[in-house]
T-cell receptor, first 113, second 117 residues
Framework: EAGVTQFPSHSVIEKGQTVTLRCDPISGHDNLYWYRRVMGKEIKFLLHFVKESKQDESGMPNNRFLAERTGGTYSTLKVQPAELEDSGVYFC???????????FGPGTRLLVL | AQKITQTQPGMFVQEKEAVTLDCTYDTSDPSYGLFWYKQPSSGEMIFLIYQGSYDQQNATEGRYSLNFQKARKSANLVISASQLGDSAMYFCAMREGSTSGTYKYIFGTGTRLKVLA
């Protein structure tokens, strides 16, 4: 069974540009989460989808970040326009149930110059 | 507020020896879950072990065991018979309770383990 996959693995963009990150959860997992780790800090929660609905987006830093999960399968996280402080590793995770173990993808390393 | 503390930024261990990675947590929620993840240099986060707050016995998964001391609020990871492939970053995480239907994970800053040949 394939794990959580994320694309791209790395992205280097200039300040002001737009970047879209993609996450494909484990097949059949209704719950999809986005987390972020900025340099040297803890991994922090961004938001949670149940199928295509946003259950909790309390961790989203600001309105430059837009997450979608059309059709309840893969999810995208768009940053527009990107700022320097958005640099970090963006992780996606999925779980079969709300309290089930979250399985993480390899992350997307974003560098904003 | 809920919090996870990993006080060891880096650790060394000799191959075949055991090593303990420390994790303390803080929560007022009676129901919570504790997790350990391994992140090798390739980047993926690999789930290792889980301990529920109501579990009476310490969790074990192969060479991994979780030394759960509830009164001390600690959930240390013990790796027995270390292997070179155990060299990685290790994260402790806690699943906090929820009123919104979302069970977020709170992470520590991680411990980088290096296994020496």
């Amino acid at each position: 069974e394939a794990g959580v996959t994320q694309f791209p693995s790395h992205s280097v963009i200039e300040k002001g540009q737009t970047v879209t990150l993609r996450c494909d959860p484990i097949s059949g997992h209704d719950n999809l989460y986005w987390y972020r780790r900025v340099m040297g800090k803890e991994i922090k929660f961004l938001l949670h989808f149940v199928k295509e609905s946003k259950q909790d987006e309390s961790g989203m830093p600001n309105n430059r970040f837009l997450a979608e999960r059309t059709g309840g399968t893969y999810s995208t996280l768009k940053v527009q326009p990107a700022e320097l402080e958005d640099s970090g590793v963006y992780f996606c995770a999925s779980s079969s149930g709300l309290q089930e173990t979250q399985y993480f993808g390899p992350g997307t390393r974003l560098l904003v110059l | 507020a809920q919090k996870i503390t990993q006080t060891q930024p880096g650790m060394f261990v000799q191959e075949k020896e055991a090593v303990t990675l420390d994790c303390t947590y803080d929560t007022s929620d009676p129901s919570y879950g504790l997790f350990w993840y391994k992140q090798p240099s390739s980047g993926e986060m690999i789930f290792l072990i889980y301990q529920g707050s109501y579990d009476q016995q310490n969790a074990t998964e192969g060479r991994y065991s979780l030394n759960f001391q509830k009164a001390r609020k600690s959930a240390n990871l013990v790796i027995s018979a270390s292997q070179l492939g155990d060299s990685a970053m290790y994260f402790c995480a806690m699943r906090e309770g929820s009123t919104s239907g979302t069970y977020k994970y709170i992470f520590g800053t991680g411990t980088r383990l290096k296994v020496l040949a």
